[in-house]
């Protein structure tokens, strides 16, 4: 019989967005959004710009991205199934996009 390995849980961290890149890549969600509702595609310099405003959310310094990478080697290194979950410090990046607040739980 196959051993089934130990589950390990993975957290990433989110702390406290810079306001001004969240609105950007907000404003960047909304035109995509636009483009997909009239059947245009996006251009890939926009999905780019797009893609390295939500990189620099997540890590927003490069002391950040080390810490995940270092803390990704070290889960992967593990024999177990890894969960991955993000921790937001700040419910601002839900909260932009569910005025309700419902999505948003506090710990």
Not at 33 to 44: D, H, M, Q, R, W
């Amino acid at each position: 019989m196959a051993q089934v390995p130990p589950v390990q849980d993975f957290f990433l961290p989110i702390g406290t967005p810079d306001e001004e890149r969240l609105a950007l890549a907000l404003q960047q969600q909304q035109e995509l959004e636009a483009l997909v509702a009239k059947g245009e595609l996006s251009t890939s310099k926009s999905l780019m710009h797009l893609g390295e405003d939500l990189f620099r959310l997540a890590f927003p310094s490069d002391a950040a991205l080390g810490d995940f990478i270092v803390t990704l080697v070290s889960a992967v290194r593990t024999d177990a199934a890894r969960n991955k979950r993000v921790r937001i410090s700040s419910t601002s990046v839900l909260a932009s996009r569910d005025p309700g607040g419902s999505a948003c739980r506090a710990k």
